[in-house]
């Protein structure tokens, strides 16, 4: 199955910084969805990007499938960005592989 | 409802009980999946629905784990005798939203149910 690789595991940010995060994935895959989990442990949803490049407000994210990674790049960071990123990659069937995720901390 | 929904939300049980815990798609998905998230493992896939077709269930980590959706709608994911290293919280996800002639196969996530075995 696919394998999964996301960098760096923990990050500490100050308030207002810039960051980027990476997930590197080892097999062509049909679905990639980033995640934030916040303290109460929900899922929530941040792009669905398979291919190409999107963005949402301060976040935007691009995905090459064909050197099988993808970035998410978030800007001028909030306390309320702080919780764990997840990259996960579709496998066939689109059930989804995770990555061990990045812990980010953000200080005001 | 608009999102996907899971009860209950904690369980608390004693090791060698069976429980069951339930998941209510959004309407119109089609594919319905439960995942599992427990320390030191992160999160893994383990049964997968799409449709009236068998079930994917490659991820059940052993057969005390079974799962049933009935009507094409609500799933319930049972784990009968239940252990220790079963503790997790178990999420279910539910994603094919067609859209004019398109599937879309974002999976969006209910709150999660967290499981505990004393």
């Known amino acids: 199955g696919i394998q999964v690789e996301q960098s760096p595991p923990d990050l500490i940010l100050q308030e207002g910084a810039n960051s980027t995060l990476r997930c590197n994935f080892s097999d062509s895959v049909n679905n990639l969805q980033w995640f934030h989990q916040n303290p109460w442990g929900q899922l929530i949803n941040l792009f669905y990007?398979?291919?190409g490049t999107k963005q949402n407000g301060r976040l935007s994210a691009t995905t090459v499938a064909t050197e099988r990674y993808s970035l998410l790049y978030i800007s001028s960071s909030q306390t309320t960005d702080s919780g764990v990123y997840f990259c996960a990659p579709g496998e066939y069937g689109n059930k989804l592989v995770f990555g061990a995720g990045t812990i980010l901390r953000v200080k005001s | 409802g608009a999102g996907v929904s899971q009860s209950p939300s904690n369980k608390v049980t004693e090791k060698g009980k069976d429980v069951e815990l339930r998941c209510d798609p959004i309407s119109g998905h089609t594919a319905l999946y439960w995942y599992r998230q427990s320390l030191g493992q992160g999160l893994e896939f383990l049964i997968y629905f799409q449709g009236n077709s068998a079930p994917d269930k490659s991820g059940l980590p052993s057969d005390r784990f079974s799962a049933e959706r009935t009507g094409g709608s609500v799933s319930t994911l049972t784990i009968q005798r239940t252990q220790q290293e079963d503790s997790a919280v178990y999420l279910c996800a539910s994603s094919s939203r067609a859209f004019g002639g398109v599937r879309y196969n974002e999976q969006f996530f209910g709150p999660g149910t967290r499981l505990t075995v004393l």
């Open positions: 990007i398979p291919s």
